[in-house]
C-alpha cells in the first residue's frame, strides 16, 4: 500500500481542523495528516498537538509565525519528501475541500502525476461565492492559460494530489509565492517538467467558519506571477 499523506497549512482554523481531521480518517482510515501551523493565536496548534498525542496518523509542523501559504506548503511537501511518502494531497482547512473527493483524487494518480481538484473543468462548480469574486477566479484562469498556455482549467484551485516524483523535481526552495499565485506556479513548474495533469471535477463550497485569507494582494501577485514564469520558461530557467 502506499504511504499517502494529506498537508494542511492552519491559521486560526481551531473552529475546523479537528472536525476536518476526523472526516479525512472516516474516508481514509490509512492516510496520514500534516498540519502546518504558523502559530495561530487561536490556539489551533494546541487542538492538532492534542490530537497528535493519541494518533500516529497526524503530525504537526509548527512555524514561528504568519509567512503565508506558499512557504507552509513547500515545508509541508519538503516534510514529506524526507519520510518517503509516496503521493502528497494539499487543502484547505476550512472545508472548501470536500474530504469525500480525496479517494478520487489520489485514484486519478494512477494514469498521471498531478490530480487537480476542479471548479471549472465541467462547468462551473462554485457555491456561496458573491459573483464579484467568481468572475475573478474564472477571469484569473482564463487569463493563466492564455499567458502560460498550460492546459488547465483551474490552475488556482489548492485541492490537488502529486505523486512525490513531480515534487522531487521541483526546486521548492525556490518558490516563495503565495495563494492563488501559489498553485499557478506550481502547477506550472511541474507541467514543465513533463508532469501529466488531470483535472478531477469537485463542487467548491466557501468557508463557513473563520474568515476568508483573500486579499488584494493575493490577486495582484497572481497577475505578476503569470508572466514572470513565462519569461523564466522562456530563458530556459524552468
Known sequence: MQRILVV??????????????????????????????DNSPDGTADAV??????????ALLERAGKMGLGTAYCHGFSWALERGYEIICQMDADFSHNPDDLPRLIAALDGCDVAIGSRYVSGVNVVNWPMSRLLLSYAANLYTRLITGMPVKDATGGFKAFRADVL??????????????????????????????????????????????MSRSIVYEAAWIVWKLKLLALMGKL
Do not use: C
Open 8 to 37: 494542511i497549512p492552519t491559521y486560526n482554523e481551531r473552529g475546523n481542523i479537528v472536525r476536518l481531521i476526523e472526516a479525512i480518517h472516516r474516508v481514509l482510515p490509512e492516510i496520514d495528516v500534516l498540519v502546518v501551523d
Open 168 to 213: 522531487r523535481r521541483i526546486d521548492l526552495r525556490a518558490i516563495h509565492s503565495n495563494g492563488y499565485a501559489f498553485q499557478i506556479e506550481m502547477n506550472f513548474r511541474a507541467w514543465r517538467h513533463g508532469a501529466r495533469i488531470e483535472e478531477v471535477s469537485i463542487v467548491f463550497v466557501d468557508r463557513t467558519d473563520g474568515v476568508s485569507k
Open 49 to 58: 498537538r492534542t490530537i497528535a498525542a493519541e494518533d500516529r496518523r497526524v
